[in-house]
């Protein structure tokens, strides 16, 4: 069939066309169903969407991705073909009916992700399938090597180390603090870092407060060559393409399906040829995992998973009750990692940074069992840390002379004072990071939450326990008002109001 080409600059980020519904009967496909579209020597295979209005009859709507690809203008004619879905598509109604999958069908799946040949039902539709049915072990190996193979790969030297911490915990900013540790250290540790997709903040978005975090590979190479150690967004350098694909249908979907986040984890430090690696699991009320046995069986299998993509992998299972650090949101997070670093931050925040420090460099080999703790302590102590981290923050085009009053947060504030007396019994990290980013965060990096107390503390009335900022007064307000609504901190078993000074 032969039809007229009608652009839209628009991006769907796939190659989607819109054809008319009685061309669509004509031809005998559905909706997203594959056609063959040729223009010349150009040919694209190509997601269908239908409508009655949007284009006429013997028209095909090309958007931006397609345009490209066929190197087509506004009135062209292409023949137009229908064509058969991807085998993948096969694979993923096996895994729904509870199916086991081969290597080969897991390569495949991979693949027309990060080709995108899949449609974003069919995406949703493995996800759901992999959540419900879960991977075994072996599929789970097949199908973070397939995540490598989709991306690029990159060698950083002998002796690579890495963290990770599978989140949930609201301030957690230890990344931060460990990257200078360990470069001190004489480890190499290119941490790439995601941005916030739930939260108040990730690393990136708080370490784009202090300096750029999007580099080409070759940039990055150049700043841990010269610094030992780097901060950045791991979306702009392509490892594992097809994580952050299935990662956005998971979000759609609010599922995080076990053996996804260990593949997603462990592609992106196989894609650096990390040699040694510790994970942070966070266990308790308002994390993401708040059952001990869960938490020590996905240890567990990361342990196991490490083993078999030669990564020596050890986890910590730690405290995930209650926020870590004071500031939640990027500056607030920010004012934090710096104040630590100086030796004058959050305790909690520093004790965890040189705890999971001190078992990296064990785990490396770097020092002797049980002396870890000890090392990362004074290299922290001693300014080595804080001297690195500004390194790191020149290299990448930052300010290595900042300091933590010259960090801007929200101008418009919101103190929640105490009205009852005693002890603060639990923090809610997930209500409190919900109060942050009805403030504004991570999108404005100046808005957020700044905890004045930590769970256990003896509390006065009146006494301030937290203060909202933010840079737009309707954003105060919605803060202010979710605060009441989920009264995120709370004293001897008394719900705290929010009460204005």
Not at 9 to 32: A, C, F, Q, R
Not at 78 to 97: C, H, M
Not at 238 to 265: C, F, H, M, T, W
């Amino acid at each position: 069939m032969k039809s007229k080409v009608r652009l839209y600059e628009i991006e769907t980020g796939k190659p989607i066309v819109v054809l008319n519904d009685e061309d669509v009967e004509d031809m005998g496909i559905h909706v997203s169903d594959r056609i063959k579209i040729k223009k010349g020597a150009n040919t694209v295979t190509a997601i269908v969407d239908t409508t009655t209005s949007f284009v006429k009859r013997g028209e095909i709507g090309i958007f931006e991705e397609v345009k490209e690809l066929l190197d087509v203008k506004d009135g062209d004619v292409v023949d137009v073909n229908a064509t058969s879905r991807p085998k993948s598509v096969e694979f993923i109604k096996k895994k729904i009916s509870g199916g086991v999958l081969h290597g080969h069908e897991i390569r495949e799946i991979i693949q027309d992700i990060v080709d995108n040949n899949l449609s974003d039902i069919e995406l949703s539709a493995l996800v759901t399938a992999t959540y419900i049915n879960g991977y075994n072990m072996d599929e789970t190996v097949a199908l973070t090597s397939a995540m490598v193979e989709s991306g690029e790969h990159h060698n950083f030297g002998d002796d690579t180390v890495d963290k990770h911490c599978i989140g949930g915990v609201a301030g957690n900013r230890t990344t931060m603090i460990i990257v200078p540790i360990i470069a001190a250290a004489g480890l190499t540790i290119p941490k790439t870092s995601s941005r916030a997709i739930t939260s108040p903040a990730g690393t990136a978005d708080t370490m784009e407060v202090l300096a750029n975090v999007e580099f080409t590979i070759d940039e990055l190479k150049e700043i841990v060559m010269k610094a030992g150690g780097c901060i950045a967004w791991g979306g702009s350098v392509n490892l594992a393409p097809a994580d952050d694909k299935i990662i956005r249908a998971e979000y759609a979907l609010s599922i995080d399906p076990e053996g996804q986040v260990l593949a997603s984890v462990m592609a992106k430090k196989k894609s650096v040829d990390s040699d040694f690696l510790v994970i942070d699991i966070p266990v308790g009320k308002g994390a993401k995992i708040d059952d001990m046995d869960q938490a020590n069986s996905l240890a567990r299998k990361f342990i196991e998973l490490g083993k078999r993509l030669d990564i020596s992998t050890e986890c910590l299972v730690t405290d995930g009750t209650a926020p870590i650090g004071n500031g939640i949101g990027p500056a607030l997070e920010a004012i934090d990692v710096l104040k630590v670093l100086q030796g004058k931050g959050p305790v909690d925040l520093a004790n965890k940074a040189v705890d999971l420090s001190g078992v990296l460099l064990e785990l490396s080999g770097k020092v002797h069992k049980g002396e870890g703790r000890k090392v990362a302590e004074e290299i922290l102590s001693s300014g080595k840390a804080d001297r690195k981290f500004r390194e790191i923050i020149k290299l990448q085009g930052g300010d290595p002379n900042v300091k933590p009053g010259d960090i801007v947060v929200g101008d418009k504030t919101y103190e929640v004072l105490s009205e009852q007396k005693g002890r603060v019994k639990h923090i809610d990290s997930k209500l409190i990071s919900n109060v942050a980013r009805a403030a504004g965060a991570p999108k404005n990096k100046a808005a957020g939450v700044y905890l004045h107390v930590g769970v256990g503390d003896k509390i006065t009335l009146k006494q301030p326990l937290y203060t909202i900022y933010a840079t737009v007064e309707d954003k105060l307000r919605e803060a202010m008002k979710l605060s009441e609504q989920l009264v995120p901190v709370r004293v001897g078993g008394v719900i705290i109001k929010s009460v204005k000074r």
